[in-house]
Structures are given as structure tokens and as C-alpha cells.
């Protein structure tokens, strides 16, 4: 026993040390654990990144940290929060880090996952840091950034102004896309920033840009009073409960960490992104008092949005649709520019004690003209009108080692519901289970939410999920969720009330710090529209996905590390032809220790049918840019990733990459049109931090 207690003893030292070495190592994998569940190409985890790199900066300490503060590591469930909590109230502080081991609920894995973050001090932090204090001891970012594809495409032909304005199929401005970000910051108790991003095809400094970039962003935050916890003022974000009212920014549901299926809500926080939505502009305020808090915000901005004059009422306007892109490219896009105005306000109740929160909540959202979007059978119970409230309460209980979280929300536009409770137990030290049931009505929407959902919208959706996590060893770990959904309603390409299921298992092998492997199957089944419609009424079927998956990471000495993956997807529908896909990818990662440079390569190879048997895969790149691309056709694909450091404060970044189609002639369509067989990407960046 004293052998296997030193052995790991050793592990968790070297874990330490590798720490901080490969301190960008770690939040580079957990932004790529997180992004790959999305499957999308449009994402943005500057928050994700900005929190776990000040706690890398900053490491929490154990014997001080709040509940809270452990929540927004994002890396640890309630049961083993609340071991670590009770761990402290029955045998005192922590003295040493290898004391994690003692905690029934904390296998040696979970410890190497947030070892970079925390740290054990018998000094205590300075639980309120004055404003003066933190305007003296704070850190400066300057960013500059600059990405191209050098392939030209059908919207930048070299086009007349008036050609451009009458027709949509021109761009404004020119094929690159532009970043700067000016950002002083305290730990997570102060953040002072300035964003600007133009993006590609948008005009800068002429045309109907005048102002040069065509987003900005600004904030002002502080944190860390006794009754004034934080103040926002600018750009900000608010997240209440799961999500089911209000959530800005992005969150995440499905994943194969299948314990953490609770939202871990951070009331009030910066806005440094570049999406152009999700986020709110104005004040808020969060206060607290002895075992009460209390957040109150106040919102108003410009969202674009098409905007038409009701003809039988002289100067009387409705809206159609809002448009959340970002993109002002085209005439067509520049005239929905900031039409609508936006307001939101509310504000939130919380009550703490212990292992027990309650929370209630109001939210206002109203507009400057009429939501009359054309009525379609799929969106007859959508939101149209000029206001609506939203009221939520929602909770969280630890006991033992169970956790139930819920919250229940009412619009009231339609006076629908969305209910969703949780609940998470761990059955034994070495196996966790996960259960949640959602049940959204048909009519219940609020524009900004993100509860845990199987469409990306909670609206028109009941579900059950299940997921289990199981040590069988040392070495081997097992997760698997099974989840089952029906729509009670039509939605967008589904003509009929539907339901379908989705399950995944993967075991992983990780029998040290230097190895990780892991096997994924996945198969989703969803209800679609068949693609043989008969001119009458449309039917639907039930298209079948499965994906089977490879990965293999492995550190060959402490400069070099090899990741390789290979991936199928099969899809089914009776309507056609069954299709499949393939993906190889192969990535290095050179990080010398006694040299400022890093490189990362990639080469990959993916064979696929269509578009719809498409594979995504993150990439390395800069920071605060993410690429996860979609692999379809036949082709091949690299990149080269490069950062230099040099005079100890300046980094740079340059990245080249490219996609080579081996049965194509031409990419994409319309403006996005090119001519070849070759698409490339270019990014460049720099950063200076003092």
C-alpha cells in the first residue's frame, strides 16, 4: 500500500511539473474537449480560454475557494465539490496537494485534470481587493490580428459602387478579416478591454463603413466587494439557472463527460468575444447580502433585422426576422444593419445556505416595432408581438453524494412552460450516474436560452437522458449516455411531430500521464423530411448517423506529442442512397523547452459522400481564434501552426493551411464561389502582454 501511495505521490508531482511547462497544453485540450461536442464551424470560447488561463495565471486555492469559484473551473461535478467542501469542515485545511486522494469522490484522473488550476496555500487570499489595489497590481493584452484566404472568390470581383449597392451578389470590402483587442485585467476581479473585429467582405473605412471596423465591443468590470460582488457597465453577459430564461454566451450540453449535465450559472461576467449577439449592452449589478444575492441588468442595443413599412398604416414599421450573423457584406446585409432596437432587463434572486441554492427571476424583452414574422405551420406558436417576460425559479441541493438541480419558466406571451430537473449520484467512488428529463412546450421561447436540449432550441421538446461513468481500473474508464426526445410539434424541415434517440459509449485507456486512448461510437437517430415527397403531404423518416471513432494521444518525450484519430460516419434514410465518410488526421506538436518557438502540424485525409456526411475536427491556432472545420468530399488537408516568444513579453502566431479536393473542379456557390480545386486560410497574429 505505501508503494502505491508513493507511486502516485510521484504521478502528481510530475503532473505538476508538466504543468507548468505546457501551461497552454491544458487549455488548449479542454477548449478542444468542449468545441468538438458542437460540430460546428462558427463558435467562439474566448470566455472558456480567458478562465481557465487567469487560473492558470492565478491558481484557486483549495482551502479558500467557494463553491462558486470551483463551479466556474468547470472541470469538477456538485458531488465532488461538496467532498472536497466537507473534507475541509470535518479535518481542517488542506496542507498538502497530495492530499486530494484522500477524497472518496476524486480518482487520480480528476486530479490531474485540474492540478494546473489550483493550488493548496495556508496563506489565505485577500477575499475583497480594492479597486486601487487592483488598478496597481493588474496585467496588460494588446492583441492584433489578421486572417485571409488568398483564393479569390466571386463576391470580390472588381465591381462598380453602383453595381454593388443594386446587387447582392458583390462584397463591400475586401476578403480579409481584421481583429484588435486592448484588454487590462486583475486576476477575475477586474477587466477593462476594447474589441474591434471586421469580417471578411465587410468594408473598412469607406463605403458604408466610415468608422473602420464594422463590430466593436467595450466593458468595464469590477468584483470583489463584500455587498457590491460585481459591476458591469458596456458589454456584458448574464446567465440564470440552466438556461431555460436567460443565458447569453455559449453553453454546452451533450458531451462524453456525461456527469456534467448541469449548467454551472455565473450571474454576471465580461464580455470580450466577437459574436455579435450573445451578449448584452448596458449596466448591471450584483449584490449580496449575509446568505441572500441579488443581480439586477438593463440592456439596450442596435440588432439587425429585416425591417418592413406596414403599408396600410403610414409610417408604422414590423420587423420579419432577426439576423444574428454579424455579417454586413452584401446590399442586402448592410440594409439590415442595426434596424431594430433591443431591450432587456430583470433581474435575479439567489439564496444560499450551504449545500442548498434557490433562485427566482424576471426577465423584460421588448423592441421598437412589431415581431411579425410570416406565419409558417412549424412557427405558428412562435413569439410575435413587441414584448414578453420571462419568469424562471430554479434550485440546487447536495447531500451525500446526490445532487438535484431544476428549473421551471414561464413566457408570457403564450403562457407556456419549460420544466427541466436534474440529477446527479454518485453510486461509488469508481461510477457516477446522470439523469435528466426536459419537457419544453411548443410555445414557450425567449431569445435568449440555452437549456439542455437535443435541437439547439428549448422550445417544442420533452427528453429523458441517462448517462454513467464507471473507473472499471486504474487505467480504463467508461462513459456512455443513451438519450431519448420527441417534438410535439412541427419544426423547421420536419413536417410532422417526431421523436429519435441518441447514445454513445466510449471507453478509454489511460494507463499513464504520456498515453490516452480512447474509442467513440455515436448513433443519432432524428426525425427529417423525406426527400421523395409525392406533391401532396410531405412524410418524414427517421435518419440514422453513426459515427465510429479512434483517438490516440501520446507524449514521446517532453518536447514532442503525436496525436492521431481516424473516424467513420455512416448515414441512412429510406429516401436515398445510404452515404459514409472517412477521416484520418495526423498531429505533432513541438514545444522545446530550451527554444521560444511551438509548432504544430497536421496532415489529414477524409473521403466522404456529400455535405451531409460531413466530419468536423478541431485545429490548433492562435489564441482566442477557434477552428473546428467541416471535412467533406475528397481531398486531403495541413496546416502549420507557429508561435515565437520573444523578448519575453511579445508572442507571434502564424499559421498557414490548406485544403486540397481531389473530385472537385470548383468550391462553394454564389459569392463564396471559387474556381480550383484548392482552398487556403492565413492567420497572423501578435501579442504583447506586460
Same mark, same amino acid.
Given at each position: 500500500m505505501r508503494r502505491i501511495f508513493n507511486t502516485a505521490w510521484f504521478c502528481l508531482f510530475t503532473a505538476s511539473v508538466c504543468a507548468q511547462e505546457e501551461r497552454n497544453e491544458w487549455v488548449q485540450q479542454r477548449v478542444e474537449f468542449i468545441s468538438e461536442q458542437l460540430e460546428t464551424e462558427e463558435i467562439d470560447l474566448t470566455h472558456v480560454t480567458e478562465q481557465l488561463g487567469q487560473y492558470l495565471d492565478q491558481p484557486l486555492n483549495l482551502n479558500k475557494a467557494?463553491?462558486?469559484?470551483?463551479?466556474?473551473?468547470?472541470?469538477?461535478?456538485? $458531488?465532488? @465539490?461538496?467532498?472536497?467542501?466537507?473534507h475541509i469542515r470535518q479535518f481542517g485545511r488542506l496542507i498538502s496537494i497530495y492530499e486530494l486522494q484522500t477524497l472518496k469522490y476524486w480518482d487520480l484522473q480528476t486530479i490531474w485534470l485540474?492540478?494546473?488550476? $489550483?493550488?493548496?496555500?495556508?496563506? /489565505?487570499?485577500?477575499?475583497? &481587493?480594492?479597486?486601487?489595489?487592483?488598478?496597481?497590481?493588474?496585467?496588460?493584452?494588446?492583441f492584433l490580428r489578421y486572417q485571409t484566404v488568398p483564393e479569390q472568390k466571386a463576391g470580390y470581383a472588381q465591381m462598380p459602387d453602383s453595381v454593388k449597392q443594386q446587387s447582392n451578389k458583390y462584397y463591400a470590402g475586401n476578403p480579409d478579416r481584421y481583429y484588435a483587442r486592448f484588454r487590462y485585467s486583475y486576476r477575475t476581479n477586474l477587466s477593462v478591454g476594447i474589441t474591434a473585429e471586421k469580417d471578411p467582405g465587410e468594408a473598412f473605412f469607406q463605403g458604408p463603413q466610415k468608422q473602420g471596423f464594422d463590430f466593436y465591443s467595450a466593458h468595464a468590470y469590477y468584483k470583489g466587494g463584500k455587498y457590491l460582488k460585481a459591476v458591469a457597465l458596456g458589454d456584458y453577459q448574464v446567465q440564470i439557472g440552466q438556461g431555460l430564461n436567460l443565458w447569453s454566451g455559449y453553453a454546452f450540453g451533450k458531451t462524453a463527460d456525461v456527469t456534467n449535465i448541469r449548467k454551472n450559472a455565473q450571474a454576471l461576467k465580461p464580455y470580450s468575444s466577437v459574436d455579435e449577439s450573445r451578449f448584452l449592452r448596458g449596466a448591471a449589478v450584483d449584490l449580496a447580502y449575509k446568505r441572500f444575492g441579488m443581480t439586477? /441588468?438593463? =440592456?439596450r442595443k442596435k440588432v439587425d433585422a429585416a425591417v418592413l413599412e406596414d403599408s396600410l398604416t403610414d409610417g408604422f414599421y414590423n420587423f420579419s426576422g432577426i439576423y444574428v450573423t454579424g455579417l454586413h457584406r452584401t446590399s442586402a446585409e448592410i440594409a439590415q444593419k442595426d434596424q431594430l432596437t433591443e431591450f432587456i432587463g430583470g433581474g435575479e434572486i439567489r439564496y444560499r445556505r450551504r449545500n442548498f441554492t434557490w433562485g427566482t427571476a424576471a426577465v423584460f424583452q421588448g423592441y421598437d416595432q412589431v415581431y411579425a414574422k410570416a406565419i409558417q405551420p412549424y412557427n405558428?406558436?412562435?413569439?410575435?408581438?413587441?414584448?414578453? $417576460?420571462? @419568469?424562471?425559479?430554479?434550485? =440546487?441541493?447536495?447531500w451525500r453524494n446526490m445532487h438535484w438541480f431544476g428549473e421551471?419558466?414561464?413566457?408570457?406571451? =403564450?403562457?407556456?412552460?419549460?420544466?427541466?430537473?436534474? *440529477?446527479? @449520484?454518485?453510486?461509488?467512488?469508481?461510477?457516477?450516474?446522470?439523469?435528466?428529463?426536459?419537457?419544453?412546450?411548443?410555445?414557450?421561447?425567449?431569445?435568449?436560452?440555452a437549456g439542455f436540449s437535443e435541437g439547439g432550441h428549448t422550445q417544442n421538446e420533452s427528453g429523458l437522458y441517462i448517462g454513467l461513468k464507471v473507473r472499471v481500473h486504474s487505467a480504463w474508464t467508461m462513459h456512455a449516455y443513451v438519450d431519448v426526445f420527441r417534438q410535439s410539434w412541427l419544426k423547421y424541415m420536419v413536417d410532422a411531430p417526431g421523436n429519435g434517440h441518441e447514445f454513445l459509449f466510449q471507453p478509454t485507456f489511460k494507463p499513464s500521464k504520456q498515453l490516452e486512448i480512447y474509442a467513440r461510437y455515436r448513433e443519432q437517430v432524428r426525425p427529417k423530411n423525406s426527400r421523395d415527397p409525392d406533391g401532396t403531404v410531405t412524410e418524414t423518416e427517421s435518419v440514422r448517423q453513426r459515427n465510429y471513432r479512434i483517438d490516440m494521444s501520446y507524449q514521446v518525450t517532453e518536447s514532442i506529442r503525436l496525436k492521431s484519430r481516424l473516424e467513420f460516419v455512416t448515414i441512412n434514410r429510406p429516401s436515398n442512397t445510404p452515404e459514409k465518410g472517412m477521416l484520418?488526421?495526423?498531429?505533432? $506538436? /513541438?514545444?522545446?523547452?530550451?527554444?521560444?518557438?511551438? @509548432? =504544430?502540424?497536421? !496532415?489529414?485525409?477524409?473521403?466522404?459522400?456529400? !455535405?451531409?456526411?460531413?466530419?468536423?475536427?478541431?485545429?490548433?491556432?492562435?489564441?482566442? &481564434?477557434?477552428? &473546428?472545420?467541416?471535412?467533406?468530399?475528397?481531398?486531403s488537408r495541413a496546416y502549420i501552426?507557429?508561435?515565437?516568444?520573444?523578448?519575453?513579453?511579445?508572442?507571434? *502566431?502564424v499559421r498557414y493551411g490548406a485544403f486540397l479536393y481531389a473530385d472537385r473542379k470548383t468550391l462553394s456557390a454564389g459569392s463564396e464561389l471559387i474556381n480550383g480545386n484548392r482552398k487556403r486560410d492565413v492567420t497572423v497574429q501578435f501579442r504583447v502582454h506586460f
Open positions: 467557494t463553491v462558486e469559484e470551483l463551479e466556474s473551473l468547470g472541470l469538477l461535478n456538485e $458531488v465532488q @465539490i461538496n467532498d472536497l467542501l466537507l485540474v492540478l494546473p488550476f $489550483v493550488r493548496v496555500d495556508d496563506r /489565505f487570499d485577500q477575499l475583497h &481587493v480594492s479597486l486601487r489595489e487592483a488598478l496597481q497590481q493588474g496585467k496588460t493584452e494588446i439586477l /441588468f438593463a =440592456s405558428q406558436y412562435d413569439f410575435r408581438g413587441r414584448q414578453t $417576460v420571462g @419568469i424562471s425559479t430554479d434550485y =440546487s441541493f447536495t421551471l419558466s414561464r413566457t408570457s406571451f =403564450s403562457g407556456q412552460w419549460a420544466a427541466l430537473q436534474g *440529477w446527479i @449520484i454518485a453510486l461509488d467512488p469508481k461510477a457516477s450516474l446522470s439523469v435528466l428529463y426536459r419537457n419544453y412546450g411548443r410555445g414557450y421561447q425567449t431569445f435568449y436560452n484520418f488526421t495526423q498531429d505533432l $506538436v /513541438f514545444r522545446p523547452k530550451k527554444f521560444p518557438c511551438d @509548432i =504544430s502540424l497536421r !496532415y489529414a485525409l477524409f473521403d466522404t459522400d456529400s !455535405y451531409d456526411s460531413r466530419l468536423y475536427s478541431f485545429e490548433a491556432n492562435a489564441l482566442y &481564434v477557434y477552428a &473546428v472545420p467541416a471535412y467533406y468530399y475528397e481531398g501552426l507557429l508561435r515565437y516568444t520573444f523578448l519575453r513579453r511579445c508572442d507571434l *502566431w
